[in-house]
């Protein structure tokens, strides 16, 4: 059994990737943390606990994390996810906040790395501010960690916040730049530009979501904003030719819950650019080995797109 536990700022993709893990077979998700990012940290809880809720499994731990980044304001992605970050489509019967555990995000973090060494893998779809704070409480969790995924970062300065920046690092570049340069456990990176060239085409998106299931039920009505975004925005001209659906933060699970799922990968030392009149928050991919850092990224370039379809067929039934 796969022990993970996933860092998440609930948009669309993140409650795709969470019903991935829940669906998945011999996968345990030990808790849900949420970060601030695609909306306020407070959403993130709710929209965490609907899923959870529409899946039937409101006895995995939530808890609430950092509202902001390490410095600078929060931005957030609601024109693309909806205010709520989950398509602005509320649910009045949502679980209360009370659902929520006491214990903070980071320190549950902590604990969690501690109790389980080696064993678990963490995910995280949003910002690093969680796990950036967690490695400043507790050094040694970057070792105890059997891997990390992270959804996050561009190879080719491609940014989709600002000119050079990818989302979740654009929101917090310290945050990154810790977590980027302090891990030591074998980390893999779903960057902006490799879940952009493994679009899925829309096609399947319509078969996926017309399954008469009420997960598929819900996935609807949480998705029909961003859809409607993402097949009329600049990201379907950008990089590939052709229409398709990105569920960016699913790469990141489907890799920690499947070893053979990364079939193309380029090993790398990487850091973040944390000034720069332009850059600010880019991933800086060290080629040259200028850094002489002694650890690498996995960076992924392909995956198996017949297995990412499966999952997510899975995921709603
Ligand atoms: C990332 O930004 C967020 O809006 C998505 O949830 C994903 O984690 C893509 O850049
Ligand atoms: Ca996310």
Redesign the pocket.
């Known amino acids: 059994t796969k022990k993970l536990l996933i860092d998440v ?1 609930c ?1 669309v ?2 409650a795709q990737a969470i019903m991935i893990a829940l669906a998945a077979r011999n996968v345990q998700v030990l808790g849900i943390t949420c970060v601030h ?2 909306t306020i940290v407070e959403n993130v809880c709710k929209n965490v606990l609907r899923v959870l809720k529409v899946c039937g499994r409101l006895e995995i731990p939530v808890f609430k994390g950092t509202s902001k980044p390490i410095l600078g304001v929060s931005i957030d ?1 609601g024109h ?2 909806g205010q709520d970050g989950l398509g602005d489509s509320p649910d009045p019967s949502a679980p209360g906040m009370d659902q929520l555990q006491k214990e903070g995000a980071v320190e549950a973090m902590v604990r969690i790395v501690n109790e389980h060494p080696g064993e678990v893998s963490l995910v995280a ?2 910002p690093l501010t969680n796990l950036a704070l967690a490695i400043r409480i507790d050094p040694t969790i970057s070792q105890k960690l059997k891997g990390l995924y992270i ?1 996050g970062g561009n190879t080719e300065s491609r940014g ?1 916040t600002t000119m050079c920046a ?3 690092f654009a929101c917090d570049p310290e945050a990154a730049y810790i977590v980027l340069n302090d891990y030591l456990c074998p980390t893999y990176i779903a960057c ?1 530009e490799f879940t952009c060239r493994s679009k899925l085409p829309w096609e399947f998106c319509d078969g996926w979501l017309a399954q008469d299931t009420k997960k598929a039920r819900f996935m609807k009505a949480i998705f029909s904003h961003s859809m409607e975004a993402c097949r009329s925005e600049r990201i379907e001209k950008e990089l590939v030719a052709g229409q398709g659906f990105i569920s ?2 699913s790469y990141a699970l489907a890799a920690a819950i499947d070893d053979t799922f990364i079939l193309e990968s380029d090993e790398v030392p990487i850091t973040v650019e944390l000034s720069g009149k332009y850059a600010r928050g880019m991933m800086v991919l060290d080629t040259l080995d200028i850094l002489k850092k002694t650890h690498k990224a996995t960076v992924m370039k392909k995956v198996d797109m017949e297995k990412f379809k499966q999952m997510l067929m899975d995921s709603l039934k």
Do not use: I, P, Q, Y
């Open positions: 700022d948009g993709d993140d990012g695609n992605a693309f996810h779809t949003g959804m989709n990818e989302f979740n902006w960016c933060d």
